[in-house]
C-alpha cells in the first residue's frame, strides 16, 4: 500500500487570529459596524435642523416612535400582517415556480413551448398586474398576495431552469455508467446539480416578493407595513415613513442572515459549488 | 477479497466493424469520425487506446460506455451486444464528473446504492477502495475539499467499487500537473496488478500509453482508424525510475511515434511527442 503524500495538500488555518481579525470577526461589530456612520450622519442633519422637522426627523424621535408603536401593538400587527402575506405568497410562488422550473428545466418540448410566454408574462411585471386583481378580487389580501406570487415565479423557474441545464454532462454520464436509472439520475444527480440555481431564484424571487409586497400594500392596503409608511405620509407623520423604511431594512437584512445565508452556507458553499473569490484562488 | 474473482476471466471486449459518422445539420455534409475499428481486448488486459486529435479515440470510447450510438458496428461485452450506458463499463473522466454535493465516500459508494446495497455494506466497500486508491482518512471530505490528483483518485475507486467488467479511462490524467501524473500513472498499474480490472484508456500522450498498457491501439486521424496494434514487451511492475531508461520501453515509443508522424493521405501537423 504506497501512501500519497496527501499531508501537505491540506489547507492550512491559522492557529491564532489577531485580536483586529477577531473583532471584525463578531458578528454584532459585522452586522452592526457599517451603519453606525450612517446613523450618526443621520443624527447629525437632524440636530443642525438641516431641513425642518416637520420633513425630517432624527433617530432618537424614530426610536422613540417605534417604542410606541410596538407597545400600542399597531407596528407588530401591522408586521405580522405583511410577514403573513409575504409568507403566503412566497410558499405558493416557491411551489407553483419550483413546479414550473422542473418542467421547463426537464423537458426540451416544454421549455421551447414555454419560454415565449415566460418572457412575455415576465416582462408585464407584478404591479402592473393590480389594476386588473383589483377589479377581480377588490382590495383584499388575495390582491396582494397573486401579486407576490406572480412576482416570486418567474424568476425562481428562470434559475431552476438554469440550474437544471448547468449539470456538467459528465455527470449525467457518469451516473449513468455507475448504473443509475433515469429516476435515479434525476433525484441523485441532476437536482441536486441544480441547487445553485435555485438557491439564487430563491433569493432573487424573495427580493423581489419584498418589494412587491410593499407596493402592493401601499396601493391595496388596509394594513402592513407598507400602508402604514403611505397613510403616515398622507397625515403628514413624516417620522411613521422613517420607521418604515428601516424596518423594512432590518427585516430583510434578517431575512438574509437567519435563512438565506445559512442556506448557501449549508449547501451550494460548503459543496464548492459556488467560487467565492477565496476558493478561486486555489 | 471476495470481489477478485469477478475480474479474473470475463470483461472481454470485442468492437467490431466500429464506424461513426457525423452529419452536419447545416451543410448536410456527413464526416467520418471513425472508420471501421476492429479490436479485442481480453478480460483483465491494460489496452490504451492512442492517436492525435481527430483519430476517433474518444468517439471509441463514448460509444462502448454507450454515450453515443455507433452508425454501424457492433459493441460486446462478454459476448453481449451493448445498449446504452451500463455498470457493466464503469468511466473515468477527465473532468472527474465527482458529485460535489456528495462526500467522497458517498461518491465512491454511489454505483453500489444505485444497486441497493445496504448503508453498512456499501460504506465498508467504498472505504475498502478508499484504501486501495490511497485515500484513507479523506472519507468525508468533499471533492472540491481535494487537489485534481486527489479527486481522480476517488473517480477511479467509484468505478472500481462498483465492479464493472470494463473499466473506460478518458484522458483520466491530462489535468493533472506533470508530477502527479507520473505517481497516478504507477498507482493505476499497481492497482491494476492488484486486482485486475479489464481497462481501456484513452490518451494522446505516446509514453504514458507505453508505461501503462500491455497493447496499444494505434489510432490515426481523418477519418479515424486504428492504424496498428502494438505490443508493449515490458514485464510488471513499472515504475518510472526504472522504466525511462529501459530500452525496450525507447524502442517501442519510438517505434509507436513513428507510426503517428507516417506519412498519411493529409500529414497532420498535431502530432506531438512528449518527452
Redesign the interface.
Known amino acids: 500500500m504506497s501512501a500519497p503524500s496527501v499531508a501537505d495538500q491540506r489547507p492550512v488555518v491559522a492557529p491564532t487570529l489577531g485580536f483586529r481579525r477577531r473583532l471584525l470577526d463578531n458578528t454584532v461589530v459585522r452586522n452592526v459596524g457599517p451603519f453606525m456612520p450612517i446613523v450618526l450622519l443621520w443624527w447629525l442633519i437632524a440636530e443642525l435642523e438641516v431641513f425642518p422637522s416637520a420633513f425630517f426627523v432624527g433617530p432618537d424621535v424614530v426610536a422613540v416612535r417605534l417604542v410606541e408603536l410596538s407597545r400600542n401593538g399597531i407596528l407588530t400587527g401591522y408586521l405580522a400582517d405583511s410577514l403573513y402575506r409575504l409568507g403566503t405568497g412566497v410558499l405558493v410562488g416557491l411551489l407553483v415556480g419550483g413546479v414550473f422550473g422542473l418542467i421547463i428545466g426537464l423537458s426540451r418540448v416544454a421549455r421551447r413551448f414555454a419560454w415565449p410566454l415566460l418572457v412575455f408574462f415576465q416582462a408585464i411585471g407584478d404591479i402592473a398586474w393590480l389594476p386588473l386583481l383589483i377589479v377581480w378580487f377588490g382590495f383584499s389580501l388575495l390582491s396582494v398576495t397573486a401579486v407576490i406570487v406572480y412576482t416570486v415565479v418567474f424568476p425562481l423557474a428562470l434559475s431552476i431552469t438554469a440550474g437544471i441545464a448547468s449539470v456538467p454532462e459528465d455527470m449525467r454520464r457518469a451516473s449513468a455508467s455507475l448504473g443509475a436509472g433515469r429516476w435515479q439520475t434525476l433525484t441523485e444527480v441532476v437536482l441536486p446539480g441544480a441547487l445553485p440555481g435555485v438557491v439564487s431564484g430563491m433569493r432573487t424571487g424573495l427580493g423581489y416578493g419584498w418589494r412587491a409586497l410593499i407596493a402592493a400594500e401601499i396601493i391595496v392596503g388596509t394594513s402592513g407595513i407598507g400602508f402604514m409608511m403611505f397613510d403616515a405620509r398622507r397625515v403628514g407623520e413624516v417620522t411613521d415613513v422613517f420607521l418604515g423604511m428601516i424596518v423594512l431594512g432590518v427585516l430583510w437584512y434578517a431575512l438574509d442572515a437567519l435563512i438565506l445565508a445559512p442556506l448557501e452556507r449549508e449547501t451550494v458553499e460548503r459543496w464548492g459549488m459556488v467560487r467565492r473569490p477565496a476558493a478561486a484562488a486555489k | 477479497m471476495s470481489s477478485d474473482a469477478t475480474y479474473q476471466r470475463a470483461g472481454r471486449l470485442e468492437v467490431r466493424a466500429l464506424e461513426k459518422r457525423y452529419d452536419d445539420e447545416r451543410t448536410g455534409d456527413s464526416v467520418l469520425a471513425l472508420e471501421r475499428a476492429d479490436f479485442e481486448v481480453e478480460g483483465g488486459e491494460f489496452v490504451a487506446l492512442l492517436g492525435p486529435s481527430g483519430c476517433g479515440k474518444t468517439t471509441i470510447l463514448n460509444i462502448v ?3 453515443i450510438s455507433q452508425t454501424a458496428g457492433e459493441v460486446l461485452v462478454d459476448g453481449q451486444a451493448i445498449s ?4 457493466d ?3 473515468v ?1 477527465q ?1 472527474f ?5 456528495k462526500t467522497v465516500r458517498a461518491n465512491v459508494a ?2 453500489p446504492k ?2 441497493g446495497m445496504d448503508k453498512q455494506e456499501r460504506r465498508q466497500l467504498a472505504d475498502e477502495y478508499l ?1 486501495l486508491v ?2 484513507s ?2 472519507e468525508d471530505k ?6 485534481g ?2 479527486q481522480q ?1 476517488v473517480g477511479v475507486a ?2 472500481l467499487a ?1 465492479q464493472p467488467a470494463v473499466m ?1 479511462m478518458d484522458e483520466p490524467f491530462a489535468s493533472v500537473d506533470a508530477q502527479t501524473r507520473m ?1 497516478l500513472q504507477e ?1 493505476l498499474t ?1 492497482i491494476w496488478q492488484e486486482r485486475r480490472p479489464t481497462i481501456v484508456f484513452v490518451t494522446h500522450d505516446v509514453e504514458e500509453a507505453v508505461f501503462l498498457a500491455d497493447r496499444i491501439v494505434v489510432l490515426a486521424p481523418h477519418p479515424g482508424r486504428v492504424r496498428e496494434i502494438v505490443e508493449v514487451p515490458l514485464t510488471r511492475p513499472r515504475v518510472w525510475d526504472d522504466i525511462l531508461g529501459n530500452d525496450r520501453f525507447k524502442e517501442t515509443v519510438h517505434h509507436v511515434l513513428g507510426l503517428l508522424k507516417a506519412p498519411q493521405v493529409t500529414e497532420q501537423p498535431t502530432v506531438e511527442a512528449e518527452t
Open positions: 460506455a454507450g454515450f446504452g450506458p451500463g455498470a463499463r464503469g468511466v473522466f473532468s464528473a465527482l458529485f460535489p454535493w454511489f454505483g444505485m444497486r484504501e490511497g485515500l482518512g479523506f468533499y471533492p472540491h475539499e481535494l487537489s490528483g486527489m483518485r467509484r468505478v462498483n473506460l505517481t498507482e499497481r
